[in-house]
């Protein structure tokens, strides 16, 4: 059984930085691809974006949104997947779900997510 735990979350100013962490537990995650999910307030989860995903082979893609101010990092040693967030907008703000594919799998649905984390970037 996989396990996700999102933790990093909070308040933070326009201008700054977050890093988020994902604590997996189970034996896929080095062979998953793990993605952040954000979702802002008020939207649904299905029309949510994912800002950042990296696979197994840590080929990594970004939401245009997010290009050059996010960084997507994996540790395969402790089962960790990391987002480092700088230069924070107010519509960066939402919460934020890690989510894990296995590799058999082409869809996120049929993967695992944690419970989020919030996130709330103030102008």
């Known amino acids: 059984q996989v396990q996700l735990v999102e933790s990093g979350g909070g308040l933070v100013q326009a201008g700054g930085s977050l890093r988020l962490s994902c604590a997996a537990s189970g034996n896929i995650f080095s062979i998953s691809t793990m993605g952040w999910h954000r979702q802002a307030p008020g939207k649904q989860h299905e029309f949510g974006e994912f800002?950042?995903?990296?696979?197994?082979?840590?080929?990594?893609n970004y939401a245009d949104s997010v290009k050059g101010r996010f960084t997507i990092s994996r540790d395969n040693a402790k089962n960790m997947v990391y987002l480092q967030m700088n230069s924070l907008k107010p519509e960066d703000t939402g919460m934020y779900y890690c989510a894990l594919r296995p590799s058999w799998s082409l869809d996120w649905s049929a993967g695992y997510w944690g419970q989020g984390t919030q996130v709330t970037v103030s102008s």
């Open positions: 800002v950042a995903t990296i696979t197994s082979g840590e080929n990594i």
